[in-house]
T-cell receptor
Framework: AQSVTQLGSHVSVSEGALVLLRCNYSSSVPPYLFWYVQYPNQGLQLLLKYTSAATLVKGINGFEAEFKKSETSFHLTKPSAHMSDAAEYFCAVTTLGGYQKVTFGIGTKLQVIP | NAGVTQTPKFQVLKTGQSMTLQCAQDMNHNSMYWYRQDPGMGLRLIYYSASEGTTDKGEVPNGYNVSRLNKREFSLRLESAAPSQTSVYFC?????????????FGPGTRLTVL
């Protein structure tokens, strides 16, 4: 079985500050990990994904995430928050083999304070 | 290239009414999915279609039916709507059902059942 835990359903940062959104996963086999972003009244779109090629993954809009097997984590970071980063962020996990059963976290709403 | 489109955008139903949510993709994807999004619960898979001609239940299929009409279109039907089906519904597609493939999401349908 696989699962995802996102710590903090709401995170507030000041404009220009570091963004850190936490994601821990549980999987009995090597995982594939994704971060999706959802802007208000829109569908989800992919920020970045980990598929075992490299542990540090760079995505769109200056975001990156590091896969740490020992900590079962895949935290999302951005050095400097911008107002346009205000959105809801979802961590998701799938595993090798079979159909694409994606397990999503409950989401973290990021508020950026001017 | 419209990506994934969904109709309608909003719908209000009375308990017991039926309706069909439409989804179409123009990316020549093989796999399509229906999710529901509820506050504090992330996205949950209702049904998916790994390829044209096949459909399978996801995590929360009760009260829903689906039809993969052709490669482009995947519809979700509520036969007798209940207030518990008030939610935001997202359709998604991917190149195929391999675990490492990202999913592309539509803008969603906001359904209220009174």
């Amino acid at each position: 079985a696989q699962s995802v835990t996102q710590l903090g359903s709401h995170v507030s940062v000041s404009e220009g500050a570091l963004v850190l959104l936490r994601c821990n996963y549980s999987s009995s086999v090597p995982p594939y990990l994704f971060w999706y972003v959802q802007y208000p009244n829109q569908g989800l779109q992919l920020l970045l994904k980990y598929t075992s090629a490299a542990t540090l993954v760079k995505g769109i809009n200056g975001f990156e995430a590091e896969f740490k097997k020992s900590e079962t984590s895949f935290h999302l970071t951005k050095p400097s928050a911008h107002m346009s980063d205000a959105a809801e962020y979802f961590c998701a996990v799938t595993t090798l083999g079979g159909y694409q059963k994606v397990t999503f976290g409950i989401g973290t709403k990021l508020q950026v304070i001017p | 290239n419209a990506g994934v489109t969904q109709t309608p955008k909003f719908q209000v139903l009375k308990t017991g009414q039926s309706m069909t949510l439409q989804c179409a993709q123009d990316m020549n994807h093989n796999s399509m999915y229906w999710y529901r999004q509820d506050p504090g619960m992330g996205l949950r898979l209702i049904y998916y279609s790994a390829s044209e001609g096949t459909t399978d239940k996801g995590e929360v299929p009760n009260g829903y039916n689906v039809s993969r009409l052709n490669k482009r279109e995947f519809s979700l039907r509520l036969e007798s709507a209940a207030p518990s089906q008030t939610s935001v519904y997202f359709c998604a597609s991917s190149w195929d059902s391999s675990s490492y493939n990202e999913q592309f999401f539509g803008p969603g349908t906001r359904l209220t059942v009174l």
